[in-house]
């Protein structure tokens, strides 16, 4: 750790954040929940929202301080079922938006981990009013974030609604939390590493350019946790105390930008895709989306290893331009990579990012002048595939795909899928621009490629 500690990089953020005006971390800060509420939001009354795991762990805590400080509460609490788990649809977002809406001026308290902070904030969001969430885990860095991961008829993309007014954080409680939710938490960070990468590479590009604070905001503290793993999977105080700090950091800075560029790139987009096809909504618990993220985070790197020892100078414009798919060619392909439930989503996405003619042979040349530059930049900010997924084995998150039942030519497959179905630029566009994905793939599940060297964990 630095001796930067949480709260004044927290504080100094919340200075970036036009929605989070309030963040309580540290030790009891649950005892502060109903300060933090009133000071919020004056006299309204809290409907307390909850699922049965979270509020098993949380909700008589949380009740307590909402009394002591003399707020009002609008109804019983709302406590969703939770065996299940409680699943991000739209289908659990309009039952709290419901309640809610029978409650003139009441504000939402939610208790949660990541999946209900997002039904929470979009149903709140939907209606226009505020709410304050009680973090149970140290899991994902959605819960300061703008927006929303809710799938729609199977298809989850972030929806559009305001971050919280207030978190609670209360160190002690996110310690407790079960480890495969700390381990979650470590896979959705780790994503950032890559992520970083290809926000530099659309930043030369001229593609999407990097915001400095918010850059900052997620990287200065995501690898000085991602270095710690053993820490992490021991729940070591200091270890968890940072996981959950620089989680709340990354939520902060997509807040800031109203995008989750800074946090998340093609490794999300791997996480996405699976769980747009639904993949592991059949287990109990069913898979994280931070397990997931991590893979992605192991593909990435694959991916950029590949990329940075091409000879970029030594690519054929006029035969990549000549090769490049028109309309009608771009949608056989999307239609046959991925799912019947999201492929016209996925075409719309493709067409929009596929450049051609002109436009593809002006995107050629940038490459060709700002490769060394982006090499550079993307060796310093990148780590390994093989030391990426030895930071995930010993944080205790599954680091091979077939530990979370993808198998390797359904995990091939995904390469292509993943591109797919987001606008957002990274190493698979640029892949795709310079006519090389095809061949990187094959690279890495050769013999003697990594995925190759890599078959079974």
């Known amino acids: 750790m630095t001796t930067d500690r949480p709260a004044s990089r927290?504080?100094?953020?919340?200075?970036?954040?036009?929605?989070?005006?309030?963040?309580?971390?540290?030790?009891?800060?649950?005892?502060?929940?109903?300060?933090?509420?009133?000071?919020?939001?004056?006299?309204?009354?809290?409907?307390?929202?909850?699922?049965?795991?979270?509020?098993?762990?949380?909700?008589?805590?949380?009740?307590?301080?909402?009394?002591?400080?003399?707020v009002p509460l609008a109804a019983d609490p709302l406590v969703l079922p939770g065996r299940p788990t409680l699943y991000g649809d739209y289908t659990n977002v309009t039952i709290v938006r419901e309640r809610l809406a029978a409650l003139p001026g009441a504000v939402a308290c939610s208790i949660a981990a990541g999946t209900l902070n997002d039904i929470t904030k979009l149903a709140s969001g939907e209606l226009g009013r505020p709410y304050l969430n009680v973090c149970t885990a140290p899991s994902v860095d959605g819960y300061s974030a703008f927006g929303a991961a809710i799938a729609i008829d199977g298809f989850k993309i972030t929806r559009s609604c305001p971050a919280p007014e207030g978190l609670v954080a209360d160190l002690d409680l996110l310690r407790t939390a079960p480890q495969r939710l700390t381990a979650t938490g470590f896979g959705d960070l780790s994503e950032k590493i890559p992520a970083g990468a290809d926000w530099i590479l659309a930043d030369e590009l001229g593609v999407e350019p990097i915001d400095p604070v918010a850059w900052s905001l997620v990287q200065d503290s995501a690898r000085e946790v991602l270095l710690r793993p053993e820490a992490v999977a021991a729940a070591d105080p200091d270890a968890i105390e940072a996981l959950s700090e620089a989680l709340l950091l990354s939520g902060l800075a997509m807040q800031a930008t109203k995008s989750s560029r800074p946090a998340s790139g093609a490794g999300h987009q791997f996480s996405h895709l699976w769980e747009m096809e639904g993949h592991g909504l059949d287990l109990e618990p069913p898979l994280s989306h931070g397990f997931k993220v991590g893979i992605g985070s192991i593909a990435s790197c694959a991916l950029w290893e590949v990329a940075l020892a091409l000879d970029v100078a030594a690519i054929d414009a006029d035969e990549v331009v000549s090769r490049a798919p028109a309309p009608a060619e771009l949608e056989r392909r999307v239609r046959r990579a991925v799912s019947p439930a999201f492929a016209d989503e996925a075409v719309v996405a493709s067409e929009r990012k596929q450049l051609r003619g002109t436009a593809l042979r002006e995107r050629l040349e940038r490459i060709r002048r700002a490769w060394p530059t982006i090499v550079a930049r993307a060796r310093e900010q990148l780590v390994g595939p093989a030391r990426m997924m030895e930071l995930l084995r010993a944080a205790g998150t599954p680091h091979h795909p077939v530990l979370i039942g993808i198998d390797m030519e359904r995990f091939r497959a995904s390469h292509h899928a993943a591109r797919m179905i987001r606008t957002r630029y990274t190493i698979l566009d640029v892949l795709a621009d310079l006519g090389a994905l095809d061949d990187a793939i094959d690279r890495l599940f050769a013999p003697d490629g990594f995925w190759g060297r890599h078959p079974e964990p």
């Open 10 to 70: 927290i504080e100094r953020a919340l200075r970036t954040a036009d929605e989070t005006r309030v963040i309580e971390l540290g030790s009891g800060a649950i005892r502060r929940t109903g300060r933090v509420f009133a000071d919020l939001f004056d006299s309204s009354p809290a409907l307390v929202v909850a699922d049965e795991n979270t509020f098993a762990r949380a909700g008589e805590a949380v009740l307590a301080s909402l009394r002591e400080a003399g």
